[in-house]
């Protein structure tokens, strides 16, 4: 994902040095009906190939409902409703080739597609489409198929990594 503006504006004053930035998830499911499986859209990062569900940093003062339907239409083109937070966690350390580190809060939102077509819509990803949530794609991380998970499981309460 592109570096927002005000984390490189952060970056000139702190350098690589660790920053909490908080982020969202959007796991947008097409609930099963009739004969057809649940499916959840994913897209391929063109950073390094894998599949992941659509996620980005808020901006700041952003509500993470409204940063999961934001992140969810540019990266995909599908525009979405928030139905419920599934969860919330922080990431382990990342470290970035340039040496800037961080770790993500992220507020993972279940949502459910209203309308548009899902497409590459951004420079950040190289495929986008539903899949079956019986055979997700490879590679997909386990942290991924945990929201996921999170997400599918409609009738729980948001649920927190321990």
């Known amino acids: 994902m592109p570096t927002p503006d005000f984390i490189k504006e952060l970056r000139q004053d702190i350098g690589t040095r660790e ?49 999961a339907v934001r992140e969810v239409e540019e990266e995909t083109g599908v525009i979405a409703r928030p139905v419920r937070v599934a969860g919330v966690f922080a990431t382990g350390l990342v470290r970035y080739p340039n040496g800037d580190a961080c770790r993500y809060l992220d507020t993972v939102l279940e949502m459910e597609p209203v309308s548009g077509q899902a497409r590459v819509n951004d420079d950040e990803s ?37």
């Open 126 to 162: 190289v495929e986008v489409g539903w899949f079956p949530v019986s055979r997700l794609p490879e590679p997909i991380s386990e942290d991924q198929r945990m929201v996921i998970d999170w997400a599918l499981d409609a009738e729980a309460p948001a649920r927190f990594r321990s």
């Open 19 to 67: 920053l909490w930035i908080p982020a969202t998830r959007g796991v947008v499911l097409r609930r099963a009906t009739g004969n057809h499986e649940t499916e959840v859209l994913l897209v391929r990062r063109a950073d390094n190939g894998a599949w992941t569900v659509t996620s980005g940093i808020l901006d700041p003062g952003e509500d993470p409902a409204l940063g």
